[in-house]
């Protein structure tokens, strides 16, 4: 049986816990958190935690049900943390980690609140409750409700894509749609609450909701534990300790997450189980920034923003209230930021993290990458960090804005075709969708990987016939043999590098047309690029090619 208290952030009072009292007894803040007994569990929990099961009731001494109930469990937490190889190449920085949220029971990392939640008021014998929601908490809500018995009413805007609103009323719970802003949806759920005398759920100040939160924290550094090896203690001897990323990327409506991972490593600190706290990146959609806003006009308290402008409703929290001022204090003491970024640049995130790593995200998990990639160009981020994103859901309704024209090819088989030889009629058909021949293009660089990852964003783009050389000599060899519509060049090659690739087929009548469009991670000194001047068609530094520019010029190139 788990044992702990819950203290007032205002005046420090302890009281057991009942998820039905929301206020402190002695000073009436609704400010609150669970606080455990850290020094026995230090001494227990590591031995413990190699017999469990890797889910977030691996931590279960830290977390605020007393005996919990596996009856409601559906797996939640211990999601895979992925190591992506293809961004970090493409954005220069090796050691990005995606922390796989969408592996959760309902596709979100919402499933770590709602199975916390749930529990404890499973546990306190509640059985109906008041939700708010963005869409995903309401989801999980109603997934984890339905296991445990419980009536969920969702109140959601209106805003809320239909997909999402049929997923809440799938598993039974009551959709209340009002229109209107996400801040007003609150007030409206806490009178129907407050009338009814219903359990309300209270956002960031739900303290099962950031106990839930933590688990993130932990998991990761048990994650890079097992990936990277320990680390050593700064103190302590030479102790052996977990690993720990150097940032934390989250898009941030709310903030219970961040302010809940935060809390677990202050837990895990006081443990002796980790040094240092990552510098925490709070991402907010531009249309919607309130914390950016006010943080980077040195506010001590946010001024909301009264009419959000963004697509993507699951960010739309317009008052943060005092989550901001909690959660600036751990971004100040973390060396973190708060940044923002335009939906455009979160749909086109979602793109590229699909095409290079396989991973389909949902928009406001676009927003983090598209922080990532914004503060890696801004040098905030050096290359040699170890970074974790949180990619914390999954996509249903956003492909619409980042799928463009002709992202399908139709195969119809004509009905003779399909009754007298079905393999020709099939291969004719096949012939249809694409033309014989395709633009070539020739890539030339020294490193394998390099040039698997410029095919990669070449095919994902277009039909081309791609070869490679992996030397100037090859290169100049396999050019004259057969000219190509395209060169891609490297510069920084042993033995012939791409400058001298450049001398040689400028001199030849037959090469000198061919463009080329010459693609170095190197940093060009003024003579290097008056050398390529009138050479070369673009030049593109290797962290440009996330770019849709790159594409573009291909494509203008071989017309
Ligand atoms: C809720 C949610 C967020 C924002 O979370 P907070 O920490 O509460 O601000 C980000 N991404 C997704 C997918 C979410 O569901
Ligand atoms: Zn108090």
Redesign the pocket.
């Known amino acids: 049986m788990t044992s702990f208290a819950i203290k007032c952030l205002d005046c420090g009072h302890t009281t057991p816990y009942f998820p039905s009292s929301a206020n402190c007894p002695r000073c009436n803040s609704m400010w609150r958190q669970a606080v455990y007994d850290y020094d026995s569990i230090a001494e227990k929990l590591p031995a413990q935690l190699a017999k469990r099961p890797f889910d977030l009731w691996r931590y279960r001494e830290l977390l605020p049900v007393r005996n919990p109930n596996m009856s409601i469990s559906m797996g939640e937490g211990g999601t895979p943390l992925i190591r992506a190889i293809n961004l970090g190449m493409m954005l220069g920085c090796p050691n990005i980690y995606i922390k796989d949220?969408r592996q959760g029971p309902t596709n979100?990392?919402?499933d770590r609140q709602a199975a916390i939640t749930i529990a404890a008021l499973k546990e306190a014998g509640i059985t109906e409750l008041v939700a708010a929601s963005?869409?995903?908490?309401a989801i999980s809500y109603s997934a984890y409700a339905a296991r445990a018995g419980i009536k969920l009413w969702a109140f959601v805007t209106s805003l809320v894509p239909a997909v999402k609103m049929r997923e809440i009323a799938l598993y039974g719970s009551q959709v209340v749609k009002v229109t209107g802003s996400y801040d007003q949806v609150k007030k409206v759920a806490e009178e129907f609450a407050n009338q009814r005398n219903i359990y309300l759920d209270r956002?960031?100040r739900t303290i099962t909701s950031i106990e839930a939160?933590k688990t993130l924290a932990f998991e990761i550094c048990e994650q890079l534990t097992s990936i990277l090896g320990h680390k050593t203690s700064n103190g302590n001897g030479n102790k052996k300790i977990w690993n720990s990323p150097d940032w934390y990327i989250?898009?941030?409506?709310?903030?219970?997450?961040?302010?809940?991972f935060a809390k677990g490593f202050h837990e895990m600190k006081l443990m002796g189980l980790v040094n240092d706290m990552p510098a925490l990146a709070?991402i907010q959609a531009e249309g919607c920034a309130p914390m950016v806003e006010s943080w980077k006009k040195g506010l001590e308290t946010a001024i909301p923003v009264v009419s959000p402008r963004t697509h993507i409703e699951?960010?739309a929290?317009g008052d943060p209230g005092r989550t901001y001022a909690l959660l600036r204090h751990e971004i100040d003491e973390s060396n973190g930021v708060f940044e923002s970024v335009t939906d455009e640049e979160a749909f086109r995130a979602m793109h590229v993290i699909a095409k290079m790593e396989g991973i389909s995200i949902?928009s406001?998990?676009g927003?983090?990458f598209a922080g990532l990639f914004k503060l890696i160009r801004a040098g905030v981020i050096q290359p040699d960090d170890t970074i974790v994103v949180?990619c914390?859901?999954h996509t249903m309704p956003a492909e619409q804005f980042i799928l463009g024209d002709g992202w399908s090819s139709e195969v119809e088989l004509s009905e003779r075709a399909r009754e007298a030889t079905p393999q020709d009629g099939l291969l004719a058909a096949l012939n249809r969708i694409a033309p014989d021949r395709f633009p070539r293009i020739i890539i030339v660089d020294d490193s394998a990987e390099v040039r698997r990852l410029i095919r990669r964003i070449l095919q994902s783009q277009g039909n081309f016939e791609i070869s490679e050389a992996s030397n100037g000599l090859q290169a100049i060899e396999m050019i004259q043999k057969e000219p190509p519509d395209l060169i891609v060049l490297d510069l920084m090659m042993p033995e012939m590098d791409g400058f001298s690739v450049l001398d040689v087929l400028k001199n030849e009548p037959e090469t000198a047309q061919i463009p080329v469009i010459v693609a170095t991670a190197k940093e060009l000194t003024t003579d290097e690029k008056s050398r390529l001047h009138g050479q070369i068609q673009s030049l593109m530094q290797k962290g440009d090619f996330l770019n849709d520019e790159f594409l573009d010029e291909v494509r203008s190139l071989i017309r």
């Open positions: 949220e979100s990392f919402k963005t869409g995903n908490v956002g960031a939160m989250q898009a941030v409506s709310g903030g219970m997450g961040p302010l809940g709070a699951t960010l929290t949902e406001a998990a927003v983090a949180n914390s859901g």
